[in-house]
């Protein structure tokens, strides 16, 4: 084994050998073991400064993609199981927005720059597949819904949300916006879809939360997940969390739409451990997690996805992180039930899928809920 001193190591020794005669030499000693020695290029401040602000495009635009690959594979998960979602469903057009006083100072002007920011909430991303795809683009500032001025700033994506939920039938919506230097007014016809958006927090940790009414999925889940069918199993799961309404059961309505409330901004990297580590606790009970493993399936199935290989995802996921959503036990489903429980899951589907028969999840039936059996 190799002992490694660090610099910092190195000072408390010389701390220690300054009370002894021969502190002066090894200062000396000190000063080179613990500077650079080699002649790396020099650079100017203009150009670093330059640099820098294409790093922040850089960085913007990546939190745009892991967004939008969320919400391209969200979108039909929410489509297809809106008969499950029981009141948790509104019209649904599939864009995400953001606005100038919502972005840090720190990314202001790559904001603006990549993404044409304004006041106005502004499109940053159209799911695929969407209503509004074809309709509207990144960068349309939207001034308008059915006739009605949109207020500036954040209150503005409130509005567009609150308009959209307002009816829960599909009626076309006419938006007014503005295009490079075009005022147009084009028509969505939205969808009736479950009502959970999506979004990406700014998390290294791996992990997913819902807090009810919305979902995130960390930066660190993001990367740990290599194909759709992974981010469908994510999605379905905390989708089942928010339409089996696990946090109403828990807590009531009180505590609903916790994350929702700074989700806006999760696009743009605030820091949400706090928010998510108090909504996703009340989730995170053995029995709503077993749920939620069964009604994701069904969810991420219902929308088309292959559901074949998910139980292994989760397997890998409990590898990478075997604290989360409690995989040590206790009042938690251990990791090997929680494989065996999804194996089953996965055959039960499948052999509804052949036998031509409707995917929805197997219920207890009264008797056993009343005696609080299976
Ligand atoms: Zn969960």
Not at 314 to 334: I, L, M
Not at 356 to 366: T, W
Request: charged letters at 20%; aromatic letters at 6%.
């Amino acid at each position: 084994m190799v002992d490694v001193l660090t610099c910092n190591d190195f000072k408390l020794q010389i701390i220690y050998l300054l009370k002894s005669s021969i502190a002066i030499c090894l200062t000396a000693i000190f000063a080179i073991a613990c500077a650079p020695t080699t002649n790396a290029p020099r650079v100017g401040v203009g150009l670093a400064a330059q640099e820098a602000a294409l790093q922040r495009e850089l960085a913007v635009k990546e939190k745009i993609r892991l967004n939008q690959r969320l919400n391209d594979v969200a979108q039909p998960i929410m489509v297809s199981n809106t008969q499950m979602c029981g009141k948790l469903v509104s019209r649904y057009i599939g864009v995400s927005f953001l606005t100038r006083d919502l972005l840090s100072n720190e990314l202001k002007s790559a904001y603006e720059k990549v993404y044409g920011i304004r006041d106005n909430p502004t499109v940053v991303l159209v799911a695929k597949g969407a209503p509004a795809e074809g309709v509207l683009q990144w960068g349309d500032v939207i001034t308008h819904m059915d006739g009605k001025t949109v207020p500036k700033g954040a209150r503005g994506i409130k509005f567009i949300s609150k308009s959209l939920k307002d009816k829960k039938t599909a009626v076309p919506v006419v938006v007014t916006i503005k295009r490079n230097a075009e005022t147009l007014n084009v028509q969505v016809v939205p969808l009736i879809a479950c009502d959970s958006p999506v979004y990406v927090a700014e998390l290294d940790e791996v992990n997913a939360m819902a807090d009810g009414k919305s979902i995130l999925v960390t930066r660190g889940m993001m990367r740990l997940i290599s194909t759709d069918e992974e981010l469908a199993a994510i999605i379905g799961h905390e989708l089942a969390h928010n339409s089996r309404r696990h946090l109403q059961a828990k807590q009531g309505n009180a505590v609903l739409g916790t994350i929702i409330g700074a989700a806006i901004s999760v696009a743009i990297g605030v820091d949400v451990t706090r928010i998510g580590t108090s909504a996703g606790a009340v989730a995170h009970s053995h029995g709503f997690e077993t749920e939620a493993d069964y009604v994701g399936l069904y969810h991420a199935a219902r929308a088309g996805f292959e559901i074949e290989n998910m139980p292994n995802f989760w397997r890998r996921f409990a590898a990478e992180n075997p604290k989360a959503f409690g995989f040590k036990g206790g009042s938690h489903p251990s990791s090997a039930k929680r494989f065996l429980v999804l194996e089953a899951t996965v055959k039960e589907i499948k052999n509804k899928q052949e036998l031509g028969v409707e995917l929805i999840p197997e219920e207890k039936r009264a008797s056993a809920l009343a005696k609080g059996t299976s």
